[in-house]
Nanobody, 119 residues
Framework: QVQLVEHGGGWVQPGGSLQLSCVAS????????MTWHRQAAGKERELIAT???????WTKRTLEDRFTISQDGEKKILYLQMNHLKTEGTAVYYC?????????????WGLGTQVSVSS
């Protein structure tokens, strides 16, 4: 069973930056696409960035000029660099790996890390 643990959440003022990391118990990024999601209070969880095993990246259009997804060379740590954060960025951020279309879900999820953007 692969474990994913997010780190790096916290409080930041609008305009600030945070880097989130997601540490996997094994090099899951070498065999599965990895993703970042977020869920704001009272809203549905949304997919915000993905990176494939070939390092093809996708970021939600409204975030692509400020958020960058990446991973380390060993494919065990997933990153999300978030710049120029806005108050609407306040949410719990989750990493997930290994989407299975036949199941319509990801096999592995982290527990999430809270990001709070406020002045």
């Amino acid at each position: 069973q692969v474990q994913l643990v997010e780190h790096g959440g916290g409080w930041v003022q609008p305009g600030g930056s945070l880097q989130l990391s997601c540490v996997a118990s094994e090099a899951i990024g070498a065999t599965c696409g990895m993703t970042w999601h977020r869920q704001a209070a009272g809203k549905e969880r949304e997919l915000i960035a993905t990176i494939s095993i070939t390092e093809t990246r996708w970021t939600k259009r409204t975030l692509e000029d400020r958020f960058t997804i990446s991973q380390d060379g060993e494919k065990k740590i997933l990153y999300l660099q978030m710049n120029h954060l806005k108050t609407e960025g306040t949410a719990v951020y989750y990493c997930a790996a290994c989407y299975r279309a036949n199941l319509g879900e990801y096999l592995y999820w982290g527990l999430g890390t809270q990001v709070s953007v406020s002045s």
